[in-house]
Structure formats: C-alpha cells, structure tokens
C-alpha cells in the first residue's frame, strides 16, 4: 500500500484537504459574519478531506478508488467555482488566491493518482492475459 506511487499522490491531497480546512478555520476568526453558503463551503472542504481518506482505505478496490477520486474532483471543481463567482466579501485577497491554489492542487493530485491507477489496471490485465 506505502510503496506505491497513487498511495503517495493521495496522501498530498489528504495534506493539502487538512491545511485548506485550516486555512477556512483562520479565515473564518478574521471574517465575523458567516454566510449559509459558507457553511456549505466548508460541508464540501470536509466531504472533499473524507474522500481522500476512504479512497487511501480502498488501496485494494481500484474502481472504487478511482470513483471517489472522480467525483472528489468534480467537488473540488465546485469549491473552485464558489471561490471564484462567490468569494467577493473577503476583506484578504490573499486568502483567496490560497484557496485557489490549494484546490487545483488538490485536483492535480488527484488526477494524478487516478493516472497512475489505472496505469496499475492495465499492468494487471496485461498480466491476467499472460497465463
């Protein structure tokens, strides 16, 4: 499972969901009024975090691995989209352009991931039809 390439990519995207929900809770101290969409926000920062956990689990299930990575980059795409369309109250532009860059992070890591995945899915088959 360690000695993998994917288990690596995957265990940045954890890191990178980790620093991001820190980065939302310092945010959060700086800006007092809180918004419905912010809770939301932060709903998807946390689906997107439990994702990268269960799709490490899965080391063994490859679809479901590359399932969950799928669909956790179809959610970081909507964060992306709300930070960009959405974000216009935030008094620290900084703030949002390190949301930004942590979610294509994110994104690239995971993409990445499910590159190599698949790559192991095609060894494997190519192998299967060796014997």
């Known amino acids: 499972m360690l000695y993998r390439i994917q288990t690596f990519y995957l265990f940045l995207s954890i890191l990178i969901s980790s620093i991001s929900l820190y980065v939302y809770y310092y945010q959060q101290k ?19 975090f439990i994702l990268s956990i269960i799709s490490l689990l899965f080391f063994k299930k490859k679809k479901i691995q590359i399932f969950c990575n799928c669909f956790n980059i179809l959610i970081n795409s909507a964060i992306l989209i709300y930070i960009i369309f959405f974000s216009y109250y935030y008094k620290y532009f900084l703030i949002k352009k390190i949301f930004i860059i942590l979610i294509l992070s994110t994104m690239l890591f995971l993409y990445l991931s499910n590159k190599k995945i698949k790559k192991d899915i095609k060894l494997i088959r190519s192998m299967n039809r060796i014997r």
């Open 30 to 48: 700086e800006i007092k009024n809180s918004f419905f969409i912010d809770k939301i926000f932060l709903i998807f920062l946390i689906i997107t």
